[in-house]
């Protein structure tokens, strides 16, 4: 009945509009609630009576809306954001958007975020809460819109991130977070480095933080899980390798980690594009194993002890590249990494024996050249009492000699 009154007292051409009935009408069908013909009715009649424009909007914002009819309503909310500079039926439109709470909202939001509607940043700053409360993929690929739009000095930028962030450990399959991190083709977004190092992604991926039997349990999250931990090992020891001295507590850290990984991987064979990434973490927990036992053994001092450790990290690496080719972590090689230790410390009484048993390790691997040139330098140092030998001065040239040269 309200729907047919509305239609009646539409405004038609060339007839008087009957504004005071037709805002009772508007109200009551707030009462009674919408229909899909009473959302097409409100829109006309806000379109062509604009004193009732904000009563038809309150009408929508406030009334019950059936689903059938929420994208001519989306669409109602555009054309007056579009259209309207008056600041209540802008905000009253916000808050319409926000109360649909759909899926079929978030373009209309991210338009808002990037100021294509206003720019108010008051505006832009409600859309971009909206579309966090949605959640959900579409959310995240509004936000990954936006973030690749917006330019990273924008005000807003860094709180679309950490939203985007935020969603991370809502999601059991770990689909988002691999959406978050690389597009489609496996590149990174400009955004990766601070999001891998994020708490969200902490969260969601540390390996103590998932279920003993996650491969059995949930195989989807598995398989996602594999990569994107990959990833997260790889920038914690980026940024323990960009120090100049690491503590081996740290180091210490990132093997647990490694080692708690490790043991998710269960005995079955993984997929091959799965093993990829599991031979690269299995590689890790072997160099930085190796590693910290050859600085232990460095550390008290013991000839046998440092060479006997030492080896059997060169081995280790050995049989590491018997593997498939994969991209090493710890990229340094062992012996620039060893002789850069000795070189920085000062020299030790030991030091000889060291070099000399480093020497007899570099000749049966065998090891390149400039490092026996590394090792003979280390071996002057420590027979000079710590000052290095410089290279004798040619011996002069008899003058008879020296003619017979020209």
Not at 216 to 227: A, D, G
Not at 259 to 279: K, M, N, R
Not at 315 to 323: G, H, K, Y
């Amino acid at each position: 009945a309200v729907d047919d009154s509305l239609e009646r007292f539409r405004p038609a051409r060339g007839q008087e509009t009957d504004v005071g009935e037709l805002r009772r009408l508007v109200a009551a069908s707030r009462e009674v609630g919408c229909t899909s013909r009473t959302v097409d009715l409100l829109g006309s009649i806000g379109r062509e009576v604009p004193e009732l424009q904000e009563a038809v909007l309150e009408t929508l914002v406030f009334g019950e809306i059936p689903d059938e009819a929420m994208e001519k309503v989306l669409s109602y909310y555009g054309s007056l954001l579009q259209d309207s500079t008056d600041d209540n039926i802008r905000a009253l439109a916000i808050n319409g958007i926000g109360r649909l709470g759909v899926e079929e909202a978030i373009p209309l939001l991210t338009s808002l975020v990037l100021g294509d509607d206003g720019d108010s940043v008051t505006e832009r700053k409600a859309a971009l809460t909206m579309i966090r409360s949605i959640g959900g993929p579409r959310s995240l690929e509004g936000f990954i819109e936006i973030l690749t739009k917006l330019p990273d000095s924008d005000s807003l930028y860094p709180t679309a991130l950490t939203d985007a962030i935020g969603m991370i450990p809502t999601d059991p399959s770990l689909g988002l977070a691999r959406r978050l991190l690389v597009d489609g083709s496996g590149q990174r977004y400009p955004w990766y480095d601070q999001a891998i190092r994020s708490e969200g992604v902490a969260q969601a991926l540390q390996a103590k933080g998932q279920p003993t039997d996650l491969r059995t349990r949930s195989p989807f999250r598995f398989e996602q899980w594999i990569p994107l931990q990959s990833l997260r090992i790889e920038a914690l020891i980026m940024d323990l390798l960009a120090l100049e001295e690491a503590p081996a507590e740290k180091w210490r850290e990132i093997l647990g980690e490694v080692t708690a990984t490790v043991g998710l991987f269960g005995e079955d064979p993984l997929s091959s594009d799965l093993q990829i990434y599991a031979w690269k973490v299995r590689a890790v927990a072997i160099e930085i194993e190796n590693r910290l036992a050859v600085e232990d053994a460095l550390s008290q001092g013991e000839t046998e002890r440092i060479t006997l450790a030492f080896s059997a990290y060169l081995e280790a690496i050995a049989v590491q590249a018997a593997n498939p080719p994969i991209e090493r972590l710890l990229s340094e090689d062992p012996w620039d990494w060893l002789l850069k230790m000795i070189e920085k410390r000062p020299p030790l009484e030991s030091d000889p024996a060291l070099v000399r048993s480093l020497r007899t390790l570099a000749e049966g691997v065998p090891a390149r050249d400039d490092v026996r040139e590394r090792l003979d330098l280390l071996e002057a140092r420590a027979d000079s009492g710590g000052k290095e030998r410089s290279p004798a001065p040619p011996l002069p040239v008899p003058d008879e000699e020296a003619e017979g040269q020209e």
